[in-house]
């Protein structure tokens, strides 16, 4: 199965999870603040990557930021535009190799995407040449207790390499996961 038909079947199913549909409205609240504190002030032009469903963009967009989300699979798309579809863009590509125009963001924005893709290294540079001058890397990311992910210091060490700046902080309440976890989970902000 490719990772396109996975996707696409998970995309029925995905906004059930308490931080991808973000339905209770404290871990809306507190992803909202989350984020919105991470980046500079609306309206900035942020490219989501990995927009999945378009959860994190409709609440980007809402905060009054230009986003732009990009997703592999036509069924996360698909229902991206149907939630969000009024107030930020979509297009279907690969978010290692995003089809967005070099330079043109303020925010490139990932979560739980990085750890997935074949050549992190790579991929976050690409993201790197989308930002404008001054622009910000905002990632989250985690290593689960699955074995998945990367850790908070293979990230920072990641952005690190690109010669770029990377401020961490841990996300371990239960508020933005809508249960209790055991495991890292973080934010990495390069400005």
């Known amino acids: 199965m490719s990772d396109t038909d996975l996707w ?3 995309a029925e199913t995905f906004d059930q999870a308490a931080d991808h549909g973000l339905s209770d409205p404290r871990c809306r609240a507190a992803w909202r603040d989350l984020l919105v504190g991470a980046l500079p002030a609306a309206p900035a032009r942020v490219a989501d990557l990995g927009c ?3 959860t ?4 980007l967009a809402e905060a009054g930021h230009a986003v732009t989300g990009v997703d592999l699979s036509p069924a996360m798309v698909e229902r991206a535009r149907a939630k969000a579809g009024h107030v930020a863009t979509f297009h279907e590509g690969d978010a290692a190799e995003p089809p967005l125009d070099q330079g043109a963001y303020d925010v490139v924005l ?3 995407v990085l750890w997935a893709l074949p050549d992190p290294a790579a991929a976050l540079a690409r993201w790197i040449g989308l930002l404008a001058p001054e622009g ?3 990632l989250v990311e985690g290593s689960w207790s699955t074995g998945a ?3 908070a210091e293979q990230t920072v060490a990641l952005v690190r390499s690109t010669g770029r700046p990377a401020d961490l902080r841990a996300l371990p309440e239960a508020v933005y996961w809508g249960r209790e976890i055991t495991d890292e989970r973080y934010l990495v902000v390069s400005r």
């Open 149 to 151: 992910g990367l850790t």
């Open 8 to 10: 696409d079947r998970e």
């Open 110 to 112: 990932s979560r739980h």
């Open 56 to 59: 994190l963009s409709l609440l």
């Open 136 to 138: 910000r890397l905002v």
């Open 52 to 54: 999945g469903t378009g």
